[in-house]
């Protein structure tokens, strides 16, 4: 039996909380849990990502529903390549001058591009794109459940997530038990944590090499020390 475990998470904005599904990939089973990322900002002793729960050992991939990185200079783009490919709503993002960003999602792409560039530059994962060393470590990325939904598990329309919540996670919940996926004691979940199992599915699938991925790949920026460009993840 597979016993190993990804995870998949649904951030939250600065100072918010963040919802995690940690999934097995052996049981097809998810645990559920959350956590205030800290990479950067105004909680910089908390740690870019959850910390591992004490019934299991390791994690092999991490999939983020958050942007990793900017967009790439010298284009006049203000929208990274994966964004259009995956229709996300961050249409427009800064090209410098993270920290005093107030336009749209300001506070989601902070906690974002921190987060990414913080587990890289410390040394917790390895970004997928990404060149790295022979040393192993986790594998993070960046998935968006919307483009999963449509393009992995054949959504032809989707419930509006603020309008519609329940029939949201009614929808995507029983989806998610008819392909064998359960989560002990839980009825039914709430929108942030159907999003985070649907995190954790990309995780998986990533972990077996079965995805789509769609962008550019990640350009380390060392003026501004962040991430620019990467890839969405979604299944195969």
């Not at 990322?37 to 994690?59: N, Y």
């Not at 192993?136 to 939904?149: G, Q, S, V």
Request: charged letters at 20%.
């Amino acid at each position: 039996m597979d016993l190993a475990w990804v995870c998949g998470v649904d951030v939250g904005g600065i100072n918010s909380l963040s919802f995690v599904a940690w999934l097995d990939t052996g049981t097809r089973e998810f645990v559920l849990d959350h956590y205030v990322p800290g990479a950067g900002g105004s909680a910089p002793s908390l740690p870019p990502l959850p910390a591992i729960p004490a019934f299991h050992g390791g994690v092999d991939c991490y999939a983020f529903d958050c942007p990793q990185g900017l967009p790439k200079l010298g284009f006049g783009e203000k929208r990274r390549v994966c964004d259009r490919a995956a229709d996300t709503p961050t249409r427009i993002m800064p090209l410098h001058g993270l920290n005093s960003y107030s336009g749209p999602y300001a506070s989601l792409i902070q906690v974002g591009v921190r987060l990414f560039a913080t587990a890289v530059s410390s040394g917790q994962a390895q970004l997928y794109g990404y060149p790295s060393s022979n040393v192993a470590r986790p594998t993070i990325c960046e998935t968006y459940p919307r483009k999963i939904l449509k393009d992995s598990f054949g959504f032809s329309s989707i419930p509006s997530k603020r309008n519609k919540p329940y029939a949201y996670v009614n929808d995507v919940w029983k989806k998610l038990q008819g392909l064998g996926y359960a989560c002990r004691g839980v009825l039914r979940p709430t929108v942030d944590q159907v999003d985070a199992m649907l995190c954790a599915v990309a995780a998986e699938h990533l972990r077996k090499g079965q995805i789509r991925a769609l962008g550019d790949p990640p350009i380390w920026d060392p003026q501004e020390n962040l991430f620019r460009e990467g890839y969405i993840v979604v299944p195969r």
